[in-house]
């Protein structure tokens, strides 16, 4: 079955220090991965996705996420992290030909400033 | 360009009750999904609707069922609620259904007392 782990429950970085967010997958064929932010209180806002193509995939305020065939991971990662990433993120793959998400557990990402 | 929308933001009811979520998808789009994210057991697929029609569902009874307008606007009925439906249901829709970005409204926050 296709599936995404988020290894952690919460990432704590200090505000101006890299972000990183893990996620691995478990997919038969190519892997439609997609990284999502949730505010509290607020719906899913898309920050990018990996189809086919670059492994290095640039999405939305910043962030990026590097597909890792061999490692079967897709971390989000962000250079330099706000006290507004603060946030639970998600990490997602399309399930075969349903089209549905299927997604981690997320993860709290706490921004210390 | 408006998002996903959503209504209403919040829904209180019974155990027995009915409810019904509304969803309009952003303009052109013509896929429909309905997740739920329930304390304790993350974000779960609910159903899918395309061009009007219901392609997929998840593991739910069937006291969740919805349908799709000509319009592309969407419903979410939960018949004889329980009080474990007690969630954010989120709706989110995409251009079309292969490998297309889903984009998510706000959600309903959907309690049953």
């Known amino acids: 079955a296709q599936s995404v782990a988020q290894p952690e429950d919460q990432v704590n970085v200090a505000e101006g220090n890299p972000l990183t967010v893990k996620c691995t997958y478990s997919v038969s064929g190519n892997p439609y991965l997609f990284w999502y932010v949730q505010y509290p209180n607020r719906g899913l806002q898309f920050l990018l996705k990996?189809?086919?193509?670059?492994?290095l995939v640039k999405g939305s305020y910043g962030f990026e996420a590097e597909f890792n065939k061999s490692q079967t991971s897709f971390h989000l990662k962000k250079p330099s992290a706000l006290v507004s990433d603060s946030a639970l993120y998600f990490c997602a793959v399309r399930v075969g030909g349903n089209n549905r998400l299927a997604f981690g557990k997320g993860n709290q990402v706490v921004v210390i400033p | 360009e408006a998002g996903v929308t959503q209504s209403p933001t919040h829904l209180i009811k019974t155990r027995g009750q009915q409810a019904t979520l509304r969803c309009s998808p952003i303009?052109?789009?013509?896929?429909v999904y309905w997740y739920q994210q329930a304390l304790g057991l993350g974000l779960q697929f609910l159903l899918w609707y395309d061009e009007g029609e219901e392609r997929n569902r998840g593991n739910f009874p069937p006291r969740f069922s919805g349908r799709q307008f000509p319009n592309y606007s969407s419903e979410l009925n939960v018949n004889a609620l329980e009080l474990e439906d007690s969630a954010l249901y989120l709706c989110?829709?995409?251009?079309?259904?292969?490998?297309?970005?889903?984009?998510f409204g706000p959600g309903t926050r959907l309690l049953v007392l």
């Open positions: 989110a829709s995409s251009l079309g259904s292969h490998r297309e970005t889903q984009y």
């Open positions: 990996y189809i086919t193509g670059d492994n």
């Open positions: 303009s052109g789009h013509t896929s």
